[in-house]
């Protein structure tokens, strides 16, 4: 009776999950179909044609004719790369301190830290619109990454992943002669690989798809990342959705392509293989 309750349990979990998976993946799976029809067909149709009739691949080419999307790309990967550097640079500094070294006041640093995670964006937007000005930032590669060079989230899961490294390879390395920034760089960040990767993908995809603060920041098109890039397709086109589609898919392409190259390296380390018992 026990074995087949949990067979029973077993697949509920599988079919709930593959209840939301279908349903995350049908929005994706009606863009690609979108963007793949040809102007003879009613995309509004009832019922919904997923597969097209007369697949076509023009509406791609019209929209990479008509806009500079080589330079929307180009920009948006400077932005993205950029921004994970900074990020994983400046947060794996911030974290290290608050996980491993012991100096008075750490955890209300942490905790202050942490708690900026609850404002808004919008809270801060306008002060920092005004800092980018005052700098000259506008217009700008640097004017777009500033603002997220470093993240509450970032330093605390970073600080996580630092406290479940073991310490005897912290004192092994100091009796070695380490320096503080020495363990820092050659004991602990190659033991947290795992979070640095999970950090890298949420900046990564927060940076591609991020559409506010680059509209605020920029007004010359040359500097324009992807999600601007394809808003301006629908004043273009007079929300034509095919070339609209088409935009987006070019859009998120490199996010999906990014994730699959890097979900392989998101498995947990055996930081502990190095500490004999």
């Known amino acids: 009776m026990k074995q087949r309750f949990e067979i029973w ?3 509920g979990i599988y ?4 209840t939301i998976a279908i349903a995350m993946l049908i929005p994706l799976v009606w863009l690609v179909s979108t963007s ?3 102007p003879t067909e009613d995309i509004f149709q009832f019922p919904p044609r997923l597969i097209p009739s007369q697949p076509t691949l023009q509406n791609f ?3 990479w004719k008509s806009h500079p ?3 929307y790309i180009t920009n948006s990967v400077i932005v993205s790369v ?3 550097a900074l990020n994983l640079l400046f947060c794996s500094l911030a974290a290290y301190p608050l996980a491993r070294l012991q100096f008075r006041g750490r955890e209300t640093i942490f905790t202050a830290i942490v708690a900026t995670i609850m404002i808004p964006f919008q809270i801060v937007m306008i002060p920092l619109y005004v800092l980018a000005v005052q700098l000259g930032l506008r217009n700008s590669y640097l004017g ?4 997220a060079i470093a993240s509450a989230f970032g330093i605390f899961l970073l600080r996580q992943a630092f406290q479940g490294v073991p310490k005897e390879l912290e004192e092994a390395a100091r009796i070695d002669g380490c320096t503080e920034l020495g363990i820092w760089w050659y004991v602990m960040l190659p033991s947290i690989r795992p979070a640095l990767v999970t950090l890298a993908i949420f900046v990564f995809i927060g940076s591609w798809s991020d559409f506010l603060w680059p509209l605020i920041v920029l007004d010359r098109p040359e500097y324009y990342t992807l999600p601007l890039g394809v808003a301006s397709l629908a004043g273009t086109f007079s929300l034509d959705w095919r070339l609209i589609a088409a935009g987006s898919v070019i859009s998120i392409a490199p996010i999906i392509l990014f994730f699959l190259l890097m979900q392989r390296y998101i498995v947990p380390t055996e930081a ?3 500490v004999k018992g």
């Open 9 to 11: 349990k077993t697949l």
């Open 15 to 18: 079919a709930l999950l593959g």
């Open 36 to 38: 793949l029809k040809s």
């Open 61 to 63: 080419v019209t929209v």
């Open 69 to 71: 999307f080589g330079r």
């Open 82 to 84: 950029l921004t994970v």
């Open 144 to 147: 777009i990454i500033f603002p």
């Open 272 to 274: 502990a293989s190095g």
